[in-house]
């Protein structure tokens, strides 16, 4: 069965540096790729980038372009979104997901996969 | 970027009754290679989304077939033929055509 299980509620405080996960099984992880979806009740769901593990292919969405940065473990089989210094207004919940099809061509694909999210809460 | 606007934004349904909800891009969502990159995704609450319909109209494994998509262009819709009670969520639709990815609102389903 294929599934992404992401790292637990995270609590930072305004300036602090955050690093959340994204654990891959049940498919060949470095041949997908995998993106990272920001979900808030203000904005809805925002798309905030995307990578392909087995060649380091990484796109970003201009709205998070050098606010972010998006990484994978293929050892590990685990992808990553990270910042230097949060802010108030990166609280959201973050969710990974993978597209459907493999192969790097498959980048307009759907995702076919979500995992459970990430709470992420910055206090000022 | 493309805007996807749904409409409406709140859905009242009678269980049994058909409901559909419609989906309008700022731009063709016609791809280079032919192919049109809209779906559908269902949210409950607390849950993560949960993919319905990709490519306008093809349904997921395990999505009820009361569940469709229709459209092309930049005009789309999701219909569920009788809805029943595990209906009831937001269902989002968003595109996979353009850079960057973009998500409709959201419209909510309510009994």
């Known amino acids: 069965e294929v599934q992404l299980a992401q790292s637990g509620t995270e609590v930072k405080k305004a300036g602090e540096s955050l690093r959340i996960s994204c654990r891959a099984s049940?498919?060949?992880?470095?041949?997908?790729?995998l993106a990272w979806v920001r979900q808030t009740p203000g904005k809805g769901l925002e798309w905030v980038g995307i990578?392909?593990?087995?060649?380091?292919?990484?796109t970003y969405s201009p709205a998070f372009q050098g606010q972010v940065a998006i990484s994978a473990d293929s050892d590990l089989r685990v992808a990553y979104l990270q910042w230097s210094r949060v802010k108030a207004s990166d609280t959201a919940t973050y969710y990974c997901?993978?597209?459907?099809?493999?192969?790097?061509?498959?980048?307009?694909?759907?995702?076919?996969?979500w995992g459970q999210g990430t709470m992420v809460a910055v206090s000022s | 970027d493309a805007v996807l606007t749904q409409t409406p934004l709140s859905l009242p349904v009678t269980l049994g009754q058909p409901a559909s909800i419609s989906c309008r891009s700022s731009q063709s969502l016609v791809h280079n290679d032919g192919h049109t990159y809209l779906s559908w995704l269902q949210q409950r609450p607390g849950q993560p989304p949960r993919p319905l319909i990709y490519k306008i109209s093809n349904r997921f494994s395990g999505v009820p077939d009361r569940f469709s998509g229709s459209g092309a262009g930049t005009h789309f819709t999701l219909t569920i033929s009788r809805v029943e009670a595990e209906d009831v969520a937001i269902y989002y639709c968003t595109q996979f055509t353009q850079f960057p990815r973009t998500f409709g609102q959201g419209t909510k389903v309510e009994i």
């Open positions: 990578i392909f593990p087995g060649e380091s292919k990484i």
């Open positions: 997901a993978k597209v459907q099809f493999s192969g790097s061509w498959s980048l307009h694909e759907t995702f076919d996969v």
């Open positions: 049940g498919y060949s992880f470095n041949n997908y790729w």
